[in-house]
């Protein structure tokens, strides 16, 4: 399945195109981030050691929301840096009882870099047989730190990635 991300209106990032693969495996989901364009004024952090870091949505990373069961309430919220840096919550409704739980299989992340791409791939262990709404977003990043947002649909207001109005019905 490929999903096109669209910009929030309250940034501008031109020329920059953001799309991302899902492959459904039985024990993983693997996502497959693409921003294809005018990349060079992008801060792109190069891969640097694989650890769990809080706060990587104020720089470039990919989200992924997943909800935990068919009732969709509560979620699981991903984080993940070019760097392999990455971050994972658990909510038990929008925005409420966020815990940072255990996991015994930490994502795979790898970045692929050409002239005018970025790929970054992600593969998180599947915590659920029953996903029935899917968030993916990205927020990239300028040499001058500014921050654009991108996600499959936007609410009314500033960007709100957690809002599950905005996410993929499966």
């Excluded at 899902?22 to 952090?45: A, C, M, N, R, W």
């Excluded at 840096?85 to 790898?110: A, G, L, V």
Aim: aromatic content about 12%; glycine content about 4%.
């Amino acid at each position: 399945m490929l999903l096109t991300l669209q910009q929030h209106p309250i940034t501008s990032m031109p020329q920059i195109n953001v799309q991302v693969a899902i492959i459904f495996q039985k024990s993983y989901i693997e996502f497959i981030y693409k921003v294809h364009g005018d990349i060079t004024p992008l801060e792109i952090p190069k891969p640097n050691n694989i650890k769990r870091t809080d706060n990587l949505w104020k720089h470039t990373c990919a989200e992924a929301f997943v909800t935990k069961d068919e009732a969709g309430n509560g979620y699981w919220e991903w984080n993940f840096s070019p760097s392999g840096q990455w971050q994972m919550y658990e909510f038990d409704d929008y925005r409420k009882h966020r815990t940072k739980p255990r996991i015994t299989k930490i994502p795979e992340i790898s970045q692929t870099r050409h002239f005018d791409t970025l790929f970054l791939r992600v593969c998180i262990p599947r915590l659920s047989k029953i996903i029935s709404r899917l968030g993916l977003n990205m927020i990239l990043e300028d040499k001058d730190q500014q921050l654009s947002y991108w996600a499959l649909k936007h609410a009314a207001g500033p960007p709100d990635f957690h809002n599950a109005d905005t996410w993929f019905v499966m």
